[in-house]
C-alpha cells in the first residue's frame, strides 16, 4: 500500500513539474515574441522618421521642385552616343547634328530655346539630319515664345530648366500645331545635356 501511494503520489510531482515547464516555456516564449516586436516596432519607427525627415529636407533645401524631377527622371529618356530609344521606336541623330544641338544648348543655360529638327521617319524609328534654330521672339528661364518650325521638321524641340522634362500646359497647345503641320511629327522637350521627353509620337 505504501508502495502504491508513493508512486502515485510520485506521478502526481512528476505531472506538476512537466504543468510548471510548460508554464515556465509559455513565459519565456511570450517574452521572445515580445522582446522580437519591440525590436520591429522600433525598425518601423526609425525607417519612417528617416523618410519624414528626408522629405521635409527635400522640401525645404530643394523645394517642391524635387518631387518634378523624380517624375520628370522616371518618365524622360536618355541619349548615348547620339541615339535615343523610346517608345517602342528609336531616334538617331547624324553625328553633326547632334553636336549642332548641344552647342545650342549650352549656349542657352539662362533660357530655353527652339530647336527644329529636320529629317524622316522610316517605320517607328526617326532620323535626324540637321537642326535649325527658328527666329526667337521672347525667351525668359522657363518659356520661350519663337516662330514655327518649317516644312521637313520632324521632331519640334524646345528646352526645360534642367531636369524638368515634364510636359506643360502650353506645351499641349503647342503639340496640336505641330500635328497640324505634320502628322508624323512630335514634340520634344531637353533637360540635360543627354536626357529628353516626347509626346505626340506614333
Known sequence: MEKAGSLKNSEENN?????????????????EESEGFRIFKKAIIVFVSIFLMFLFLSYFLL?????????????SFTASNGRIIFGGGTITFQEEAYQNLLEIYNENQQHE?????MGYKSGKNYFVE???????ISQDFSSVRAEPCREGTIIDLHSHPYKSCYLSVHDLTTLKYVKAANKDAFLGVMCEPDRFNFYGYD
Open 63 to 75: 523645394g517642391n521642385n524635387i518631387f518634378d524631377i523624380l517624375a520628370s527622371r522616371s518618365s
Open 15 to 31: 505531472e506538476k513539474a512537466i504543468g510548471k515547464n510548460e508554464k515556465d516555456n509559455e513565459i519565456i516564449s511570450g517574452k
Open 113 to 117: 530655346f527652339k530647336a527644329c529638327l
Open 130 to 136: 540637321k537642326i535649325e534654330a527658328p527666329k526667337i
